[in-house]
């Protein structure tokens, strides 16, 4: 079955380190996102992309890059890794439709 | 302002009763709605999406779209313990625009 996948699922790293949290899709989705999500602020946007080669930055993008080099993956760097970094990461993909979003399992991380 | 506001609960609802969720939105642009559903310790999963004026029925979900007041709503109706999640409303202008949720306990 197609799915979407995150490495790893929990993840505890030292500020400044730099960290990349992974996602893979098989369902050969265009879209791709990343999202954080903290409570009481519910889930913002981090970066997205529409395809290869295609990258944008979302509301909360400071300290965070992506690439987009095929098709199924979209890797999220944390340059240099601060405390208020510290958040579980999702990543989704859509089709066509943008709002039609399957999301990962999610990245627990927390940075000390 | 945020673009997306929900009612901020949580919400807690007998078994058997309607749960009404609420969203307004700020940008008029914006064509698209969604509404996903959140697990404890797990990941938004999409239960509804509108994109006209009206209602749209799915099993016991409801969803409304008003585009002239900005507002959408969900409406779960004969609530079970199972859909005790929260409700995550999306605005869709090129990008996902979300909520903070809202929390719904259905009691037994």
């Known amino acids: 079955d197609a799915e979407i996948t995150q490495s790893p699922r929990h993840k505890i790293t030292e500020t400044g380190r730099q960290v990349t949290l992974a996602c893979h899709q098989t369902w050969n989705h265009n879209n791709m996102f990343w999202y954080r999500q903290d409570l009481g602020h519910g889930l913002r946007l981090i970066h997205y992309s529409y395809g290869v080669q295609d990258t944008n930055k979302g509301e909360v993008s400071d300290g965070y890059s992506v690439s987009r080099s095929n098709t199924e993956d979209l890797p999220l760097t944390l340059e240099s890794a601060a405390s208020s970094q510290t958040s579980v990461y999702f990543c989704?993909?859509?089709?066509?439709?943008?709002?039609?979003?399957?999301f990962g399992p999610g990245t627990r991380l927390t940075v000390t | 302002q945020k673009e997306v506001e929900q009612n901020s609960g949580p919400l807690s609802v007998p078994e058997g009763a309607i749960a009404s969720l609420n969203c307004t939105y700020s940008?008029?642009?914006?064509?698209?709605f969604f509404w996903y559903r959140q697990y404890s310790g797990k990941s938004p999963e999409l239960i509804m999406f509108i994109y006209s004026n009206g209602d749209k029925e799915d099993g016991r979900f409801t969803a409304q779209l008003n585009k002239a007041s900005q507002y959408v709503s969900l409406l779960i109706r004969d609530s079970q313990p199972s859909d005790s999640a929260t409700y995550l409303c999306?605005?869709?202008?090129?990008?996902?625009?979300f909520g903070a949720g809202t929390t719904v306990t259905v009691r037994a």
């Open positions: 999306a605005a869709d202008d090129y990008k996902l625009s």
């Open positions: 940008d008029r642009g914006s064509q698209s």
């Open positions: 989704a993909s859509s089709l066509n439709r943008v709002g039609e979003q399957y």
